[in-house]
């Protein structure tokens, strides 16, 4: 299993930005290639849900409430994924994690795979 290690959260005020990065070590490029890639977030007395995701073609998939607000970017080459968040509110305050997976979840479920950390992501004024 790859080992995940996110970096870059924070606090941020209420229209800001604040960008995500997860990098997989133990595991070559070319698995790295074959996996899906997503970020989850889990907020206080709520359940881990998804923010964004994206497969080894490219194709992205996104939580309706980030859309328009945040990007995911994948660098197969290092290995690593991105979420760009802008325009941030208080509702994205959570932790937010890395995650790498075969086969997506069902509606509302998280997936079957590796997992970071996780990551603070704090908005407030």
């Known amino acids: 299993q790859a080992q995940l290690v996110e970096s870059g959260g924070g606090l941020a005020q209420p229209g800001g930005s604040l960008r995500l990065s997860c990098t997989a070590s133990?595991?070559?490029?070319?698995?790295?290639?074959?996996?899906?890639m997503g970020w989850y977030r889990q907020a206080p007395g709520k359940q881990r849900e998804l923010v964004a995701s994206?497969?080894?073609?490219?194709?992205?998939n996104y939580a309706d409430s980030v859309k328009g607000r945040f990007t995911i970017s994948r660098d197969n080459s290092r290995k690593k994924i991105s979420l760009q968040m802008n325009n941030l509110n208080p509702e994205d305050t959570a932790v937010y994690y890395c995650?790498?997976?075969?086969?997506?979840?069902?509606?509302?479920?998280?997936?079957?795979?590796?997992w970071g950390q996780g990551t603070q992501v704090t908005v407030s004024s």
């Open positions: 133990r595991m070559i490029t070319s698995v790295f290639n074959m996996y899906i």
């Open positions: 995650s790498q997976y075969r086969d997506p979840p069902p509606p509302g479920g998280v997936p079957q795979g590796s």
């Open positions: 994206i497969d080894y073609r490219f194709n992205t």
